[in-house]
């Protein structure tokens, strides 16, 4: 996927007001309609320039393009960093059909979630307000233990002038315990306002995990290795395994190799359908920098038939 300069594609600074945006579209329009224009290409030109227009002068997805920074070029390969959109807080998203670019950034934002949309104000008409829809970054350990947490979401508005601002919008929390990735938090009540007498729409909070040093996510399901001692895994044994003070054992059966992998069935994240844990086996050895462990190798060099290359000679 190529990454696509919006500002370019409608030729505009970085900077420009929302009037400006508008400006530079109707002249391009004019330009490359396919109904008028009798320049090479008009159609996939006025394509872009709608999928450039739809970016920018939507307050919401202008203010979350806007953090991907100044460092990518037209044409780069191209792939959304990480969690790129965590902390903002959205209402629904137009879903027209343009590019692969447009697609990965803004396809899923909204998706599902409008209730109602805008509506003219009269007097005596009632409404609900819209849901919005935040993802949310988590600690792995919240969902072991559950907690109360202060989150704060960015939220995009237009000023006076034309110029995207961010708030912050600060919420307590809590994680229930067995949250899992992808989950949807609903805070009844925190979303967009209705009109008259409509209740106001919710938040919903779609979480997500920080990255862990020593554990790797997938669903409700925890990936992690287990370093282990040459003699633990030879002659086998009980050995503890730290995930977060859960006092958890495992049973290393005799003869375990590097590599190896022990699945620890409804061991992951507490879930309601809970995950399982997989261990990844990783025999490390003890540094031969004393005397004594020297002598120790020594002795087993001597008195083990032991050849780990031999399976790998023609």
């Keep these: 996927m190529q990454y696509k300069d919006y500002y370019q594609i409608l030729g505009v600074?970085?900077?420009?007001?929302?009037?400006?945006?508008?400006k530079a579209y109707r002249k391009l329009a004019r330009k490359y309609h396919p109904d008028i224009s009798k320049e090479a290409d008009a159609e996939s030109h006025m394509k872009e320039i709608n999928e450039a227009y739809a970016v920018l002068s939507d307050t919401e997805k202008r203010a979350a393009y806007d953090q991907l920074g100044r460092s990518y070029r037209p044409g780069q390969e191209f792939h959304p960093p990480p969690n790129w959109d965590?902390?903002?807080?959205?209402?629904?998203?137009?879903?027209?059909?343009?590019g692969d670019f447009f697609s990965q950034l803004f396809g899923k934002m909204g998706a599902g979630r409008g209730r109602g949309g805008p509506f003219e104000s009269q007097?005596?008409?009632?409404?609900?307000?819209e849901d919005h829809h935040a993802k949310v970054l988590l600690d792995i350990a919240d969902a072991f233990n559950g907690a109360a947490r202060q989150i704060s979401l960015r939220v995009p508005?237009?000023?006076a002038s034309g110029h995207v601002v961010l708030d912050t919008r600060t919420l307590n929390i809590k994680i229930p315990k067995g949250v899992y990735e992808g989950q949807i938090i609903r805070l009844a009540g925190q979303g967009a306002p209705g009109m008259g007498k409509g209740k106001s729409g919710d938040l919903l909070l779609e979480v997500h995990?920080?990255?862990?040093?020593?554990?790797?996510?997938?669903?409700?399901?925890l990936h992690m290795s287990l370093p282990v001692t040459p003699w633990e895994a030879a002659l086998g044994g009980m050995v503890p395994v730290n995930l977060f003070d859960t006092g958890l054992k495992v049973r290393i059966p005799e003869g375990t190799q590097s590599g190896q992998q022990l699945r620890l069935r409804g061991k992951g994240i507490p879930s309601a359908t809970p995950g399982d844990l997989l261990l990844d086996i990783q025999v490390l050895l003890p540094p031969a920098n004393t005397a004594k462990a020297k002598a120790?190798?020594?002795?087993?060099?001597r008195e083990l038939a032991f050849d780990p290359r031999a399976q790998h000679r023609s």
């Design 13 to 22: 600074n970085r900077d420009a007001v929302l009037a400006d945006i508008k």
């Design 86 to 98: 965590a902390g903002f807080e959205f209402s629904s998203t137009d879903t027209a059909d343009f």
């Design 123 to 129: 007097a005596g008409f009632h409404a609900p307000g």
């Design 157 to 159: 508005r237009m000023d």
């Design 209 to 221: 995990f920080n990255p862990h040093p020593r554990l790797r996510v997938d669903g409700s399901n």
């Design 296 to 301: 120790l190798y020594e002795t087993m060099a």
